[in-house]
């Protein structure tokens, strides 16, 4: 399930205790938006942004992005409040914060078939994105993208990882760039998506662009923001170029005539066309179709042969 999960390329925080930023997020043009109780909420306004987030929930049920609540942490006093809160009206599920060890994420989804259970929801419904956010959660990425069915995505949090590591953070993000990869490395081996810090800057849209070409390179799928100004500049990085999407089609026009020859590699321009490569254009085709910047999905059957 958690490998066919719409796609995500930006996820928005939302401040819980904010209630002019929460009636603005059917307008957001992002694909997720995480709604926040932790950070972004003082402990005297916890109580008051788990009503604010389960009132703007029950009016917005028809909405065109994906809803995840990011709750306190599992060892706080207030997750539990948060859940309880929030589930009822059914968000798409939770932005797990210090998410340290796969136990963390085994407790939650533990609690969270409770609820679907005692709420009469299927079994399932609710995902999780564990935040990978200390030098612990780095070396226990693995486990933890292995930990729960519910885990669609591995998130990145650097500002908290950075503290752990008791270093500074750049705007050039050497000191990032193992944590980074090892996320990476969990998030492909389990078969889900790989969601990348934020970039706090607002006001760099070229340094926002520059980084996000980079975890791109590394092979994340989205990235998490700040302010609703930056969707346009990560929409724009994660899309597939024009030249990207014609050179894939060139190589599933290629791999079919190489079926019909009874043949897996072929040649085009030049260049040896095999299962790798075909693989990544593949990736390229879905992705574009996801985004509708072609007209007809891949037919994956016809690409790898039947089994």
Known sequence: MAKNFKLIRSLLYVPGNMPSMLQNIPIFDCDGVIIDLEDAVPINEKDAARILVK???????????????????????????????????????????KADTPEIVERLDTVLT??????????GHFKIIPSIESALGVINSIKIARSSKRVIALAFGAEDYTASMEIERTKSGEELFHARTRVVWAAKAAGIQAIDTIFADVSDMDGLRKETELIKKLGFTGKSLVNPRQIDVVHDVFAPSKEEIEYALQVVEAIERAREMGTGVVSLNGKMVDAPVVRRAVRVLKTAYSLGLIDEDIDEEVIYGEE
Request: aromatic residues 16%; charged residues 35%.
């Open 114 to 123: 409770e609820f679907e259970e005692e709420l009469g929801f299927e079994i």
């Open 55 to 97: 009132s703007f929930l029950k009016i917005f049920h028809d909405r065109k992005q994906l809803i995840f609540i990011r709750i306190n942490p599992i060892d706080s006093k207030w997750w539990y409040e948060d859940l309880k809160a929030v589930l009822p009206e059914k968000p798409d599920g939770i932005r797990l914060p």
